[in-house]
């Protein structure tokens, strides 16, 4: 637990030295301009490398936080108030519409880059339509589990799993709103694939990244990761 809190607030420190030299102001995400080398020293322009490195840093925090989230799932489950709870047959659907998503959003970031528009249209509505899904999928799991009887306090296993799948889902739902502007700008008629090039990429990275985080929530819910974690104890010992 130490560890990841030593983690966490190295990845802030690093994050607000970041923005202590950028535009705190500026949306670069939100960006619809193409990426243009400077025709003469002191020209003012955007700089991907520098955007991307803000979201990797961003990505960096998320997974620290997610990180913490984990080793106190691990650390409660040892006691003896603890009780598993179902996984809904409907996880399965969410992960592979995630899966998807994030297969779009590849795919849009391969169009954008080659310049063709007519792909990156549909390529930008799946990946969000399945993104979409993905939320009301969530929401339809956990009704089931209400519904059943599974209710947020009825013991820590089931705390953890709201608390995850909601902490998860804001994620999601935060990337939506990038996602939205960029799919909203794909229709206009004065833009370009080069002047969507960016946005696009930088939501199919986050994209990529929450499907990882999930993938892993998932093999936590599923008692894939105890099982792997009991694996590495019996090896060590």
Same mark, same amino acid.
């Given at each position: 637990?130490?560890?990841v809190?030593?983690f966490? $607030? +190295?990845?802030?420190?690093?994050?607000?030295?970041?923005?202590? =030299?950028?535009?705190?102001?500026?949306? &670069?995400? %939100?960006e /619809?301009?193409?990426?243009q080398?400077?025709?003469?020293?002191g020209?003012?322009?955007q700089q991907?490398?520098?955007?991307k490195?803000g979201?990797?840093?961003?990505?960096?925090?998320?997974?620290?936080v997610?990180s913490l989230?984990v080793?106190?799932?691990?650390?409660?489950m040892?006691s003896?108030?603890w009780?598993g709870m179902?996984?809904?047959?409907?996880?399965?659907v969410?992960t592979?519409?995630?899966?998807l998503?994030? $297969? +779009?959003?590849?795919w849009?970031r391969?169009?954008?880059?080659? =310049?063709?528009?007519e792909?990156?249209? &549909?390529? %930008?509505? /799946?990946g969000l339509g399945?993104?979409v899904f993905?939320l009301?999928?969530?929401?339809?799991?956990w009704r089931?589990?209400?519904?059943?009887?599974y209710v947020l306090?009825?013991?820590?296993?089931n705390?953890f799993?709201?608390?995850?799948?909601?902490l998860?889902g804001l994620h999601?739902?935060g990337?939506l709103?990038v996602l939205?502007?960029?799919t909203v700008?794909?229709?206009?008629?004065?833009?370009?694939?080069d002047?969507?090039?960016?946005?696009?990429?930088?939501?199919?990275i986050y994209?990529h990244?929450m499907?990882?985080?999930?993938l892993l929530?998932?093999a936590?819910?599923a008692?894939?990761?105890?099982?792997f974690?009991?694996?590495c104890?019996?090896l060590?010992?």
């Amino acid at each position: 637990m130490s560890v990841v809190l030593i983690f966490l $607030a +190295a990845i802030a420190a690093i994050m607000i030295w970041w923005l202590s =030299g950028q535009r705190l102001t500026s949306k &670069p995400w %939100l960006e /619809t301009g193409s990426v243009q080398m400077p025709d003469h020293i002191g020209t003012e322009r955007q700089q991907p490398p520098a955007v991307k490195i803000g979201l990797f840093v961003f990505l960096g925090v998320v997974g620290a936080v997610f990180s913490l989230a984990v080793s106190a799932y691990f650390m409660r489950m040892a006691s003896a108030d603890w009780w598993g709870m179902p996984i809904p047959r409907l996880l399965w659907v969410n992960t592979a519409a995630l899966a998807l998503s994030s $297969a +779009a959003l590849q795919w849009a970031r391969r169009e954008a880059g080659q =310049g063709r528009m007519e792909s990156l249209r &549909p390529a %930008l509505m /799946t990946g969000l339509g399945l993104a979409v899904f993905f939320l009301a999928g969530q929401i339809q799991a956990w009704r089931e589990l209400t519904a059943a009887g599974y209710v947020l306090a009825d013991n820590p296993a089931n705390s953890f799993f709201y608390m995850l799948t909601g902490l998860h889902g804001l994620h999601i739902l935060g990337g939506l709103a990038v996602l939205t502007h960029t799919t909203v700008r794909a229709f206009s008629t004065d833009v370009t694939p080069d002047r969507l090039r960016l946005s696009v990429d930088l939501s199919a990275i986050y994209s990529h990244f929450m499907l990882a985080v999930w993938l892993l929530l998932f093999a936590l819910f599923a008692g894939w990761a105890n099982d792997f974690v009991d694996l590495c104890r019996t090896l060590l010992n």
